[in-house]
Nanobody, 130 residues
């Protein structure tokens, strides 16, 4: 089960941190990614991190602004974060986290980009005002 949180309303240039809490998965053996879908647009794979080797992927649209990280500390167990800085109105979308088992090569692969991950959580809305 995946639970995304942290969305909200922010002004352009601001920051938000999304969280994806994973349960029922072997956390050391998965890739967890963030996708977003804006009204009238196709779903986009934004970022992904592999808990196998720590490798990360970022879509060109968010490189340099978003940072993905995973945390298995006791107080934030099995959680992946997406730190979003320098937000733009075009970042407005519902953000979903998704996961699947696989090697570090899964992130950034066509499997990820096409959104073929097996486990999905409900989305959290991010609205960036101009």
């Amino acid at each position: 089960q995946l639970q995304a949180s942290g969305g909200g309303l922010v002004q352009a240039g601001g920051s938000l941190r999304l969280s994806c809490a994973a349960s029922g998965l072997t956390f050391d053996d998965v890739a967890i990614g963030w996708f977003r879908q804006a009204p009238g647009k196709e779903r986009e794979g934004v970022s992904c991190i592999s808990t196998v080797d720590g490798s990360a992927y970022y879509a060109d649209s968010v490189k340099g602004r978003f940072t993905i990280s995973s945390d298995n500390a006791k107080n934030t167990q099995n959680t992946v974060f997406l730190q979003m800085n320098s937000l733009k109105p075009e970042d407005t979308a519902v953000y979903f986290c998704a996961a699947d088992y696989g090697s570090g090569e899964l992130c950034g692969s066509s499997y990820f980009i096409k959104g073929l991950m097996n486990y999905w959580g409900k989305g959290t809305l991010v609205t960036v005002s101009s």
